[in-house]
């Protein structure tokens, strides 16, 4: 009998819809062509239980239910095209373009079960498509992680907002932190993003070179020009090549000159958030 192989709860649904299909009699849909603009991106997927439920989201539902009819009713791996240019004349998508589904009655559960291994294991996965698929694999990456170091009412909000968007987040405060010193047992790997939120600059340096020695895919610090170029200035003197240091970004957020702590976690996250996406595109 296989095992039971669970995601966190702060995993995308993507990744949800891969873990549900290890599971004996789930279907998995798989976007492998997309014609006009979509919602979703190449690769997205949705996996079809037994009783008809779904796990993922492809649209606002009228979708999801044409996919799950035509599982039910398939025997072996076929692309179906869906809206703009289908068969079915009875079927159109709201956007008005067209998208080729792979459908999967029986997708390898082995394979989808070391995919999800490595996922929980933060690494890199990938899912092969089986024949008549035009897109031969399907990359998956571990889901975004915050690490925030801070202090005060930006902390928290910063905190609530990813908690809210359900982001894992690790946050250190000054109490959980000593001057002068790296953090301790802080995980920090190519899809983490790094953030720093002090009024008191002095706490910055050791945190900041323990964030520039990781894979971190974003770096970014709270502060005006005046910290900026005393943060520059510290780094120099602490031996961080000006090239290493210019993976900082400060201010951070695409919002100029927040005004309050809300403004400032919206701002912040968003640009993280952007950077993410990009990765999700570019692997």
Known sequence: MLDKLTLPAVQD???QALAAACEPGV?????????????RRLGSQLAVRPDGSTVGSLSDGCLEAQIASDIASARDARVIRYG????TIDFRLPCGGGLDILLQPHPDRLACRQAVRKLNARKKASLDL???SPLFARTYLPSLRLVAFGEGAELEMFATVARAMGLEIDTRSKQDLSLGRAARQCEIDAWTA??????DHEWEIPLLEQALASEAFYIGAQGGEKAVIARSLALTAAGIPEETSARITSPLGIIPACKSPRALALSAISEVVANYENLLVTS
Not at 27 to 39: C, K, P
Not at 84 to 87: K, L, N
């Open 194 to 199: 790094v953030v720093l939120l002090f009024h």
């Open 27 to 39: 279907g998995l849909a798989t976007i492998v062509g997309i014609e006009g603009s979509f919602s």
């Open 84 to 87: 703009h240019g289908s068969s």
């Open 13 to 15: 649904e993507e990744h």
């Open 130 to 132: 089986p024949f008549p």
